[in-house]
């Protein structure tokens, strides 16, 4: 777009200085812009044919620009000039020659095409005018009809998350119309919501939605910034994601993609990155928040404020402390539920959202405000508990009201399965909810969230296939992502067409699907790895967007067969509760057939209980637990208590097969396989009795059960 001459000023009221935004009333929109450093603010209206008409905002009350323009109304694009000192040592960057978004623009028009305008010189401000280069707000039209479309308010311990990107998921989907695929319009066709309800996953957690920002050094090299860690705008759904349109469009068919995927019985988790912006450190572009208030909204080097102060290894990071910082986040979350009606949030590095000055604090300033608010603390939340500064890696210490992505699982995890020495104790901790880390703060299993695989890493069958990442595709010399892989390459590097070696690799895919869903806390899939989904060896495929990055719906019988596994585990889990227990195991011993049992077993292969010698050999590869159904000690929503099948899981982490031997007749009679890992298709139905033998094959597990409340 070319910007058109400036006309003349239009006439305009003085207006609210709240809310912050463009708010429509219907008759016309109020604008207010938060700046403490500006000495005048100019709003700019763009037309349709790219002329300007430029609004100066006289009112400003508490450091907010405000003005209200009878007559605009949704659809209208918009901007602000910031008139104020250009000060770097001092912290100060107002330019008006850049035309600037609005931090609550609610609907975003046009991308950013890394033109020199956006940028400053290294000797003073530029003079060469943003119009036409960067991105435009949106009045939007927030009336929808949602129906009779409430949160879902699933519990915690029901939940299974399924990590999805937007354009990802439905970018090859045959059963997707082209028009829709890669929008919010494709992940809510039919087909889609029939893959996801089919599975048996109860939540959607998607990779960011919020405006992002293309990345110039990406753009320069073909490749783009795929998995959409740059926001430039809190309040707005990205607009590439719009079939529709993106004058307010986008806000439409968002609603409409909850609504759909709500009334499968789907909650819609997003991941957000209020760590930090598309604007990079000194050398980035100047689109937002850098012009409008520098020193207010981004943390600088103390000291030397020409600088900023990074925790995130994006070059800023939003300055905690500040009451406007926190406002914006505070209500941007509020709008995404109340306005938008998602169901939960999974914060991006996490930690740093909880550096009021240099060091992780539980207590600050926005966890308090999380704590009090009355919208925001009845959702989920879920943190990426670290960041790359120092003393940033937190999992264990977020407040009650959290969840964690638990990090030590998926390590735990990955070093059990591949063998790995004095493994089997923490192995055994992370399977039982990881009450090491939660119980001592009064939190429960609900605040691991488990996985073994996310969109960050190898996925489930490339961690079973590559000893080494296959990055060359990134431009990076193959040195960014995970330097090493925590698991075990079954056979040659790479795919094969080897049927031993293709079968050990699905047995190991199969032995992580089914510890993950039989873990107590929240499991978390990435999408695709229940089709055996491949990146050919790239870990780290944030600007592949491409076959490398989208599921491929073209399938194998083997990866038919994964499919039918991981719904059977995630069935298995749905209708049995001692297998997501809402309180850890506490070693409460219940009557059961007469006979005095634990809540919770851990077994050696010959059937005798360990010892504390037996969890320190190095050589432990092999364990059996008991799941006693009888003494999960918590009521149904009626008040009576739940009791449930009993369970026994065999797992043999160990390179040749195991012998185990079942428990005596005071655990059960007889004993009925459900799952075995070492089967094709992962499942058994064979029968056993009390005190026989078991044979476990090399790297499998096997689960067998007995009825609820009898001995056989």
């Given amino acids: 777009m070319t910007a058109r001459p400036r006309r003349k000023g239009v006439p305009a009221w003085s207006g609210h200085p709240y809310p912050l935004g463009a708010a429509h009333d219907g008759k016309g929109t109020n604008f207010a812009l938060f700046s403490e450093v500006a000495e005048r603010v100019d709003l700019v209206l763009v037309d349709d044919d790219g002329g300007h008409r430029q609004v100066p905002m006289a009112e ?191 806000v439409t068919e968002f609603k409409t993609m909850v609504k759909a995927l709500h009334a499968a019985g789907l909650e819609v988790i997003l991941d957000v990155v209020y760590n930090h912006t598309a604007e990079g450190n000194e050398k980035g572009p100047t689109l937002s928040f850098r012009g409008i208030d520098n020193a207010s909204y981004y943390r600088l080097v103390d000291g030397d404020w020409g600088h900023y102060y990074d925790t995130t290894g994006t070059g800023n990071s939003l300055l905690m402390r500040h009451p406007y910082v926190l406002q914006l986040i505070m209500d941007s979350l509020r709008y995404w539920v109340t306005e938008m009606h998602v169901d939960g949030f999974r914060f991006d590095l996490a930690a740093t959202l909880a550096r009021q000055f240099h060091e992780v604090d539980r207590l600050s300033a926005f966890f308090d405000l999380i704590q009090q608010d009355p919208v925001i603390s009845r959702v989920k939340l879920i943190a990426e508990p670290w960041d790359v500064g120092e003393g940033g890696y937190q999992v264990g210490n977020f407040p009650p009201l959290w969840s964690e992505w638990n990090g030590k699982y998926r390590d735990a995890v990955r070093d059990f399965w591949r063998g790995g020495e004095h493994t089997l104790a923490e192995f055994a901790s992370r399977l039982t909810g990881s009450s090491d880390l939660y119980q001592h703060t009064g939190r429960r299993p609900r605040a691991s969230v488990n996985f073994v695989t996310a969109h960050d890493g190898f996925t489930l069958r490339d961690l079973v296939s590559y000893d080494e990442k296959h990055n060359e595709a990134n431009g990076e010399g193959n040195r960014d992502g995970e330097s090493h892989n925590r698991s075990w390459n079954c056979g040659a590097e790479g795919e094969t067409d ?127 637990v008991f799941l006693n159904g009888d003494a999960i000690a918590e009521p149904d929503p009626c008040g009576r208590p739940v009791v449930d099948d009993s369970f026994l899981l065999l797992l043999n982490g160990y390179w040749e097969p195991v012998e185990f031997r079942l428990p005596d007749v005071t655990y059960g009679e007889r004993w009925t396989t459900l799952i075995d890992t070492a089967e094709t298709q992962g499942t058994d139905e064979s029968e056993h009795k009390a005190d026989s033998a078991v044979t476990v094959e090399a790297r499998s597990l096997v689960l067998l059960s007995r009825p609820s409340g009898t001995r056989g």
């Fill in 60 to 250: 400003v009350d508490g450091f907010v620009w405000h003005c209200y323009l009878p007559g605009i109304g949704p659809g209208q694009r918009y901007g602000y000039r910031v008139h104020g000192p250009w000060q770097p040592p001092l912290g100060n960057r107002c330019n008006p020659a850049k035309l600037l978004l609005d931090p609550y623009a609610q609907a975003v028009d046009g991308q950013v095409d890394n033109h020199a305008s956006l940028f400053e010189r290294a000797d003073g401000p530029s003079r060469s005018d943003s119009a036409g280069h960067t991105m435009l707000g949106v009045v939007t039209d927030q009336a929808f009809d949602w129906g009779d479309d409430q949160p879902l308010g699933r519990p915690y311990a029901d939940s299974v998350i399924y990590e999805a990107h937007v354009r990802g998921i439905t970018a090859t989907h045959p059963d997707v119309p082209p028009d829709l695929r890669g929008t919010y319009a494709g992940l809510a066709h039919p087909s889609v919501v029939e893959h996801l309800t089919s599975l048996g996953v109860t939540a959607v957690e998607l990779m960011p939605v919020h405006q992002f920002v293309q990345d110039g050094v990406l753009t320069d090299r073909g490749l783009s910034n795929y998995w959409g860690y740059n926001t430039i705008g809190f309040f707005a759904p990205h607009n590439a994601y719009a079939a529709q349109g993106t004058r307010g469009q986008q």
């Fill in 498 to 624: 080897d049927p031993a070696v293709r079968e050990l690799r699905a047995r190991q895919q199969r032995n992580f699907l089914a510890t993950l869903l039989l873990s107590q806390g929240i499991p978390m899939l990435s999408h695709g790895d229940e089709l055996g989904r491949t990146q050919r060896g790239n870990n780290n495929a944030y600007c592949q967007d491409n076959d490398v990055s989208w599921i491929d719906w073209r399938l194998t019988d083997e990866q038919r067969d994964l499919v039918d596994f991981t719904r059977h585990l995630i069935g298995l889990r749905a209708v049995h509760p001692v297998l997501r227990r809402r309180r850890f195991f506490r070693g409460e011993t219940v009557t059961h057939a007469g006979q005095p049992l634990p809540d919770l077993v851990w077994l050696l292969p010959d059937a005798r209980a360990m010892s504390d010698e037996d969890w320190q050999r190095s050589d432990a590869h092999s364990v059996g």
